[in-house]
Every structure is written in C-alpha cells, then in structure tokens.
C-alpha cells in the first residue's frame, strides 16, 4: 500500500515532499482536517470541535469586524481559508484579513489563494486551545516567511492574546494593532474575558461603547 494512504498522525510535523503532500491532502481519511506545510514538512490538525475554541474563534472576529466598521477600515475576512506558495508553504489560518488598500485584491471565483499572485493577507489569527507551543513557534516562522504583516494568537486557555508585528522576515510582541491602527490588544483580552461571564450579544454591546470613545 501506498504509505500515503495510510493516516498520518496529526498534531506533529513530518518530513514530506511537496508532492507527498498534495498526495496527503487529498487523502479521503483526512477531510475534516487543516495541512500546513512548510520547509519540507506538513502537518496535519483535525478541525477543532470544541465548545472554548469555537466561542473565542466567534468572538475575535465579531470584535475585529465591528471595530473595523466603526472606524471605517476597509476589511475583507477569510475564515480557514487556504493560502499556497506551490512547491514551499501552504496555510490554513483560522482566521485572516485583508485590510486597506488590499481589501479587495481576491477576485471571487478564487479557490485556494495562490501567493505567487497574489499578496498574504495583512493579519492571521490561530485561535490556540491545544495548539499553543506550535502556533508560537512552528507557524509563527511560516507567516514571517510568506510576509503577514502582523500575527495574533488567541490562547483559549489562558484567555490572552499574543500580538506579533512581522517585518523583515522577523517578528515583535505588540501591544496596539498595527493594521488596525487604535485596536489595543489588552481590549481584546478583556473582551474575551468577558466572553466567561456573559452571553457573547452582552459583549457586543460593551464593545460598541468601547469602539465608540
């Protein structure tokens, strides 16, 4: 049997050839599942189902949304949408934005977004429950690399949000958005905060009187 039709082990990265890894990702027992690939090695996740990542994945994007139309930033979000460097990367955020002048540059009709066309998007959210060393790590190096201008990771667990600005193929804790200029990265841990003791229109609510000062 083809070692590729075996079922690869998820969480972990392997050593794979980019045409292994276009043979795994169309292997029919890893459908529900995200590929990352990227230096020679893929990684496969199984959709998370949980009930902690799904509300704070909800959550981050309502308060990016609403914040973005409040403050009239032109926004375009993709939710695990999946961005391709053929031969060398391949992504499958959680969330990802287009932002300002690069709002509208996917036309619709576009599959998988090809970055050897087009650019990355301007923000990646991971949203991590039991992904946290690798989203730090691992990932983190792949979206310096395919030039995301900046980078959050939702910890689920600890009910915090790293922030990473990315330029020159390196990356820096930030405490504002610098792509959502006024968007500080404390409110949003707050606002997850918030999410533990009240329904997620309640937080809404509080959000708009924030975004509106």
């Known amino acids: 049997m083809n070692k590729l039709q075996i079922k690869f082990p998820t969480n972990t ?13 169309e292997n029919p027992t890893d459908q529900k599942a995200k590929f990352y690939y990227h230096n020679g090695q893929l990684r496969i996740e199984m959709l998370p189902i949980g009930n902690d990542h ?23 979000g993709k939710d695990n949408c999946t961005y391709q ?15 300002g002048e690069y709002v509208d540059v996917i036309p619709w009709g576009t599959s998988i977004i090809d970055l050897d066309s087009y ?3 301007n923000l990646v959210i991971e949203v991590a429950n039991t992904s946290l060393s690798d989203d730090q790590g691992a990932k983190r190096l792949l979206y310096e690399d395919i030039g ?8 689920v667990k600890n009910v915090r949000v790293l922030a990473f600005s990315i330029e020159n193929g390196g990356s820096r804790r930030i ?10 990265i404390s409110l949003l841990e707050e606002t997850l905060q918030r999410t533990r003791q009240m329904n997620q229109s ?7 009187t924030q975004f509106q000062q």
């Open 148 to 155: 995301v201008a900046e980078y959050w990771i939702v910890d």
């Open 13 to 25: 990265w392997l050593a794979a050839s980019w045409d292994e890894y276009l043979e795994a990702t």
């Open 119 to 121: 650019p990355p998007p």
């Open 85 to 99: 460097k053929t031969g060398y990367t391949d992504a499958q955020p959680d969330v990802s934005y287009y932002i």
């Open 175 to 184: 405490s504002e958005s610098q792509v959502l200029p006024g968007l500080a």
């Open 202 to 208: 309640q937080v809404c609510a509080w959000l708009l």
């Open 54 to 76: 799904a509300s704070d994945h909800t959550i981050i994007i309502v308060a990016v949304n609403l914040f973005a139309t409040l403050k009239g930033i032109p926004l375009n």
